[in-house]
């Protein structure tokens, strides 16, 4: 399952995205990991999500990020919901590699029985209609 956050720049993305987690996090079978770029969240979440600064990893685009959580993934199975905040910040503003990020998470989930929740700064009325049904 994979849910999209999507929202112009001051629209409350990443108030909602903090929300979902210490939800997750409180009822969670497993592990919750939150990605965000820069530091940002540490006081906001508690302290059982683990946290990645993807500027530490050097994670700069789509086919690095997806062997990150790949990585993840194969390193412990019992992560159960990944989190990606800013999700252009991280990959770079391409719509078309957004989306393409996208729909690989939705697959991924689902393969690894994995919840995926990603904000994305952009207009929600420029969203493809495959994105769509993830907002």
């Given at each position: 399952?994979i849910?999209?956050?999507?929202?112009?720049k001051?629209?409350?993305k990443?108030?909602?995205?903090v929300?979902?987690?210490?939800i997750?996090v409180?009822?969670?079978q497993?592990?919750?990991v939150?990605?965000?770029?820069g530091?940002?969240?540490?006081?906001d979440v508690s302290?059982?999500?683990?946290l990645?600064?993807?500027?530490?990893?050097?994670?700069?685009?789509?086919?690095m990020?997806k062997?990150?959580i790949?990585?993840?993934?194969?390193?412990?199975?019992?992560?159960?919901?990944?989190?990606i905040?800013?999700?252009?910040?991280?990959?770079?503003?391409?719509?078309?590699a957004?989306?393409?990020?996208?729909?690989?998470?939705?697959?991924?989930?689902?393969a690894?029985?994995?919840?995926?929740?990603?904000?994305?700064?952009?207009d929600?009325?420029?969203?493809s209609e495959?994105?769509?049904k993830?907002?």
């Open positions: 399952m849910q999209v956050i999507m929202g112009l001051g629209s409350g990443t108030k909602k995205l929300d979902s987690i210490n997750a409180a009822g969670a497993g592990d919750v939150c990605i965000e770029y530091k940002k969240l540490t006081y302290h059982r999500v683990r990645v600064d993807s500027k530490e990893y050097g994670i700069t685009n789509l086919d990020l062997g990150f790949s990585g993840l993934h194969a390193g412990n199975f019992d992560i159960t919901n990944v989190y905040d800013n999700l252009y910040k991280t990959i770079g503003t391409d719509r078309a957004g989306e393409a990020f996208i729909i690989w998470c939705a697959a991924f989930a689902e690894n029985n994995m919840k995926f929740t990603v904000t994305v700064s952009d929600p009325a420029m969203a495959e994105i769509k993830y907002l």
